[in-house]
């Protein structure tokens, strides 16, 4: 049964019945015409760069070559029913989408008819063309009815491969019109979006001037503080000298006040020596003086015997007169050096005990110089931990100076890029608004705008 698609066009060629039982007895014909022009035409394919492209491999080209032969086997049939036609659409969609212009595809046909003809009129007893007053070749009008049907399968094939190309290019361009809406919303929404990262990019660059001004500002006073730092490390290290030095000047007075003492505990052991002395030489005054005593006495006798001899011992009383003033002289003597070693005796009590007085001081002049040295000794040290930890300090304000060097110029690339944000902002909008404003129903049905491709293009460049 006929299908309905194919009436008109049957119709319109005066393809009739009588033609098409014509195509039906030339099945066997055609099936050996077939071979060699199926051949000859994938030989032609293989060689052709362009069509070579669109097969795989010698194995893709044997199958195709075998659903050619199956589709002119059904068509040699002349049923042009329902399976017939949606062979037909099937095989136009596939070439469609594999990319087989109707170039090749009409071209393909000319082969296959070219020679399929050429076989036809070297078949013994083929179809001649009639001319003169020879009797038409009955066999001619089957060659008629096949080239009418081939021109017909070539026709439905074509308008299929049509059909699917516009089909295509109708929905790609429903889609594109639906693009083309969503991003007219879109760009509504960037409008929106633009005008707040514009107000924010113009407070965000304000913010950053004002901060690298701040940075500048902190930057400078880091340097001073820096400076001012470095100043006070070297003059504690300078004082810290000094206490060392101050700790060796201490360490020498102690020695000294410790030298002194011995000296002082050396005059006291002397001045006790002399006192010693001075006990032993009362004892030889007391002697001298019992001799003086005992001496007048002698003296006295002496007077007194020579007063007895007379005359005769007057001579020895002047001897005993002398020798008795002699005595007292040496008593008078005597108690003047005892009178004299009792005052250097005490003379000598009183130096022992201002030479111990002195002692006592310098023992307490030691205690305090050595609690003085330890005071210095822990002032130096604790001077040497300042120093220390105003070094560290110095070094760590001379990082800080230099991170906040670093801050104050990325502060400024911040400012410099959130202005060029701006301006890229201001240029996103204008573009946006250009392309609503042109973005009119004729525009769409013609394709992507201008506008539409400037728009995309700044999207992009943003992008990176």
Do not use: C
């Not at 081939?150 to 889609?175: N, P, W």
């Not at 911040?414 to 909008?429: F, G």
């Amino acid at each position: 049964m006929l299908h309905p698609e194919l009436t008109t066009r049957l119709d319109f060629v005066g393809y009739t019945a009588d033609k098409r039982a014509l195509l039906a007895e030339a099945r066997d014909t055609i099936q050996t015409a077939l071979a060699p022009a199926l051949d000859r035409l994938y030989t032609q394919i293989a060689a052709h760069p362009e069509t070579a492209r669109m097969f795989s491999g010698q194995s893709h080209i044997t199958r195709a070559k075998q659903l050619q032969s199956e589709h002119w086997a059904h068509l040699s049939g002349a049923a042009f029913d329902a399976d017939y036609v949606e062979r037909v659409k099937r095989i136009g969609a596939r070439h469609a989408q594999i990319g087989l212009t109707p170039q090749w595809y009409i071209g393909s046909y000319a082969i296959i008819l070219d020679s399929m003809i050429e076989s036809f009129a070297a078949m013994e007893g083929g179809p001649r063309l009639p001319f003169g007053r020879r009797k038409p070749d009955p066999r001619f009008n089957q060659l008629r009815a096949i080239v009418t049907a081939a021109l017909i399968d070539l026709e439905m094939s074509v308008s299929i491969y049509f059909e699917q190309e516009q089909a295509g290019r109708a929905k790609a361009m429903e889609a594109l019109q639906e693009r083309e809406t969503a991003l007219s919303g879109l760009l509504g929404a960037i409008n929106e979006t633009v005008e707040a990262i514009r107000t924010g990019s113009q407070e965000i660059a304000q913010a950053s001037g004002d901060l690298s001004r701040r940075t500048e500002a902190n930057a400078a006073s880091l340097a001073e503080t820096a400076a001012s730092v470095q100043e006070m490390d070297q003059r504690l290290k300078a004082t810290a000298g000094n206490a060392r030095r101050t700790v060796e000047r201490a360490d020498g007075a102690k020695a000294t006040v410790d030298t002194g003492r011995a000296i002082t505990e050396q005059a006291v052991a002397a001045m006790e020596r002399v006192s010693d002395s001075a006990k032993g030489i009362d004892s030889v005054i007391e002697g001298l003086d019992k001799i003086a005593f005992q001496t007048r006495v002698l003296a006295m006798n002496a007077a007194v015997e020579a007063g007895r001899a007379g005359e005769a011992g007057r001579g020895f009383a002047v001897v005993a007169d002398l020798v008795s003033a002699l005595a007292m002289r040496a008593e008078e003597e005597a108690g003047r050096a005892r009178d004299q070693l009792t005052a250097t005796q005490a003379d000598i009590v009183a130096a022992v005990g201002m030479v111990e007085k002195v002692d006592g001081a310098l023992s307490n002049i030691s205690g305090d110089v050595a609690t003085v040295n330890d005071l210095l000794s822990q002032m130096a040290s604790d001077n040497q931990a300042q120093a220390t930890a105003i070094t560290e300090v110095s070094t760590t304000i001379g990082d800080m100076d230099r991170a906040t060097q670093q801050n104050a110029a990325m502060v400024e690339e911040t400012s410099a890029a959130a202005q060029n944000l701006a301006r890229e902002v201001d240029k996103l909008a204008r573009q946006a608004n250009s392309f609503q404003e042109s973005n009119a129903p004729s525009a769409v049905a013609a394709g992507p705008s201008a506008a539409a491709r400037a728009t995309v293009q700044a999207l992009g460049a943003m992008a990176f």
